[in-house]
């Protein structure tokens, strides 16, 4: 299922002047909704959930699927204003006893100032929350564990811890991104760890320094590149694995991880 956009609202975004940490009116700081999705069964394991697609982030991936999301150009193009807290918990309140959960998706959710304040509005309404992320923020991570606002989380494994910057770009901390890996993996919640495989970038032994990276974890999915919508045009001419090649790096994964599948 596509993304929702909102279409009540036809006032331009100006980020200009913006950082994407937060945004403020009335002296309030609200959350940077870009889009919704208003049904997945697939997103929120084993749940019926609704996913919530916040703007900005920190990494610049060329393969992201949600560049929209992302590029500051893109997100100017966007002919609507963010969608207002209020009418998503509107959306929500009608939901009830029909969705069990929220997926928090990106762009980057850690980044966005009031994300814990955000989550705990979802949980007080009867919903559960899965938070997707790319693991630069850990004590964004380690304050939603506190105080109960998170009850899935999904971190994004982009590569092999030596070659992150060939993905994401600079300005990233690869000890933040391990500390967070530990925080999940150590948090008594359900989680998962997920990577998008790219021919030419994800080889056999990336993923296995990803594998000796992750050993032990309970849950671990390989995801297959999609060349349809891609940050980076350059991406577009790549093309994702066969089956045959996908299961071939899950064999290789179940020696490190107690649960690996394939996401096509």
């Known amino acids: 299922m596509d993304v929702i956009p909102y279409q009540l609202y036809v006032k331009p975004i100006d980020i200009s002047n913006i950082t994407f940490s937060k945004k403020k009116a009335n002296n309030l700081i609200f959350m940077l909704i870009g889009g919704v999705q208003?049904?997945?069964?697939?997103?929120?394991?084993?749940?019926?959930?609704?996913?919530?697609?916040?703007?900005?982030?920190?990494?610049?991936?060329?393969?992201?699927?949600?560049?929209?999301?992302?590029?500051?150009?893109?997100?100017?193009?966007?002919?609507?204003?963010?969608?207002?807290?209020?009418?998503?918990?509107?959306?929500?309140?009608?939901?009830?006893?029909?969705?069990?959960?929220?997926?928090?998706?990106?762009?980057?959710?850690?980044?966005?100032?009031?994300?814990?304040?955000?989550?705990?509005?979802?949980?007080?309404?009867?919903?559960?929350?899965?938070?997707?992320?790319?693991?630069?923020?850990?004590?964004?991570?380690?304050?939603?564990?506190?105080?109960?606002?998170?009850?899935?989380?999904?971190?994004?494994?982009?590569?092999?811890?030596?070659?992150?910057?060939?993905?994401?770009?600079?300005?990233?901390?690869?000890?933040?991104?391990?500390?967070?890996?530990?925080?999940i993996q150590n948090s008594g919640l359900p989680y998962e760890f997920r990577t998008t495989a790219v021919k030419g970038k994800h080889t056999r032994e990336v993923f296995e320094e990803i594998g000796e990276w992750l050993k032990g974890a309970e849950t671990y999915f390989i995801q297959n590149f999609r060349n349809k919508k891609t940050l980076a045009e350059e991406y577009k001419k790549e093309e994702g694995f066969s089956e045959k090649e996908l299961v071939e790096f899950k064999l290789l994964m179940k020696k490190y991880v107690k649960n690996c599948g394939i996401r096509m």
Do not use: W
């Not at 500051?72 to 969705?99: A, D, M, Y």
């Not at 762009?107 to 997707?132: C, M, N, R, S, Y």
């Open 38 to 183: 208003e049904l997945t069964t697939l997103d929120f394991p084993g749940r019926l959930a609704a996913v919530v697609f916040t703007l900005g982030c920190n990494f610049r991936c060329g393969y992201c699927h949600n560049p929209q999301f992302v590029d500051e150009e893109q997100i100017k193009n966007i002919r609507t204003e963010n969608i207002p807290e209020e009418v998503f918990f509107k959306f929500l309140e009608k939901r009830k006893g029909k969705l069990e959960g929220v997926c928090i998706s990106g762009g980057e959710p850690t980044i966005q100032a009031d994300l814990l304040e955000f989550a705990l509005k979802i949980k007080q309404a009867g919903f559960l929350v899965k938070l997707d992320t790319n693991g630069t923020k850990s004590l964004v991570l380690e304050k939603m564990i506190a105080e109960k606002a998170v009850d899935f989380f999904a971190m994004d494994i982009k590569t092999s811890l030596s070659r992150y910057e060939e993905i994401v770009g600079a300005g990233f901390s690869v000890e933040e991104i391990k500390k967070s890996k530990e925080i």
